[in-house]
């Protein structure tokens, strides 16, 4: 259920907390040399303590700047998964990037928001508050969002559901694609269909961990947690994970997983000279641009990855239009399972699920 942000956090109450003045504190926060060794960790360690982050419209008053909404100025941050993880996110950047050059908006690029709450970690565009228009792509902590949002800035996720009220967000349900990829594979023969996932308390891995097991209840199939491998969210690690499936001694006839660890996971099944699919199946979640050029072209659910930059952009927009009429919505965009020749029933992609918003 979405929390009611809490207050913000402001310059006057960090100096209230150290005794210090407000000009001192702002000094600080702003990285102003001229504030001596001691004040400077009091009021970091202060802030730190508070959550405070910058807020965008009081730091463009205070100095002056053109406001952002003027110049269409829309801040994008990548999460510390976007970075390091999977080829899945260069469809989400390029739907970004070419919305918002067709709709004559400047796009900031940050990068590297991880798991801490410290302002000072976050990437500059936040802290020196360029923009309070801020689209975040990938999954961060629910805290972040929060603080963020209590400190004015007007937010858009991607890849994300909200977890406070008066956010955007564009989501795709990754449960069902996964639900709808293993009902496939179980409607074409299959029993023992393994799953390579990546590490747990991981939300989107968590989906298709969900799905997979409800396509199995609701088959009546038993659930066989020797089935099912956790492994880094890598091509490495799906070669891993599919090589210890195949030493089992009741080895998987089908494997589902995200389309890069499926890659690994080929390259797995062919070293030990067996066929895709004639002795095993295999099955992805993406449709990442290498998908349809494997070899066999690998079965996969389709995600709308440029679309969702290009409503991302749009939400965004509209809430710089809108101003306080602006109605928050998470869009969820639809999927579509395509078949190709790797899971061994080759036909025509699934007719796609209409895109709808909810309030």
Request: net charge positive; proline share 6%.
């Amino acid at each position: 259920m979405s929390r009611t942000p809490r207050p913000a956090v402001t310059l006057k109450s960090i100096a209230q907390r150290t005794g210090l003045s407000v000009m001192t504190v702002s000094r600080v926060v702003r990285g102003h040399p001229d504030v001596g060794a001691v004040n400077r960790r009091k009021v970091l360690a202060v802030a730190r303590q508070l959550g405070y982050v910058p807020n965008p419209a009081a730091r463009q008053l205070a100095s002056g700047y053109p406001s952002a909404r003027a110049d269409r100025i829309i801040g994008t941050v990548l999460s510390q998964e976007v970075v390091t993880s999977h080829s899945y996110f260069a469809g989400i950047i390029q739907g970004l990037a070419d919305e918002a050059r067709q709709s004559d908006c400047h796009l900031l690029l940050g990068y590297g928001l991880g798991q801490s709450l410290d302002f000072l970690d976050y990437p500059k565009m936040l802290r020196d508050g360029v923009t309070r228009w801020i689209i975040l792509v990938g999954k961060v902590p629910p805290q972040i969002v929060q603080q963020l949002r209590a400190n004015g800035f007007s937010l858009v996720l991607v890849d994300m559901r909200p977890p406070v009220r008066g956010v955007d967000a564009v989501v795709c349900e990754d449960a069902v694609g996964a639900y709808e990829a293993v009902h496939h594979l179980l409607n074409i023969g299959h029993q023992r269909v393994g799953l390579i996932r990546g590490p747990g308390q991981h939300a989107f891995f968590d989906s298709l961990a969900a799905g997979y097991q409800r396509a199995l209840r609701e088959a009546g199939v038993p659930l066989d947690q020797e089935l099912i491998v956790e492994t880094p969210a890598t091509v490495q690690g799906g070669y891993e994970a599919a090589a210890g499936l195949l030493k089992t001694g009741r080895p998987p006839t089908a494997m589902f997983s995200n389309d890069d660890l499926a890659i690994g996971a080929l390259r797995a099944i062919h070293e030990r000279g067996l066929r895709v699919p004639d002795d095993i199946a295999l099955v992805g979640y993406d449709d990442i641009e290498y998908a349809a050029h494997l070899t066999p072209p690998l079965t996969t659910v389709a995600v709308p990855k440029e679309e969702m930059g290009r409503l991302a952009v749009r939400r965004a927009l509209a809430q710089m239009e809108d101003g306080d009429q602006h109605v928050f919505t998470t869009t969820v965009v639809a999927h579509t399972l395509v078949v190709r020749d790797s899971c061994g029933a080759k036909r025509p992609a699934a007719p796609t699920r209409k895109r709808r918003n909810t309030p």
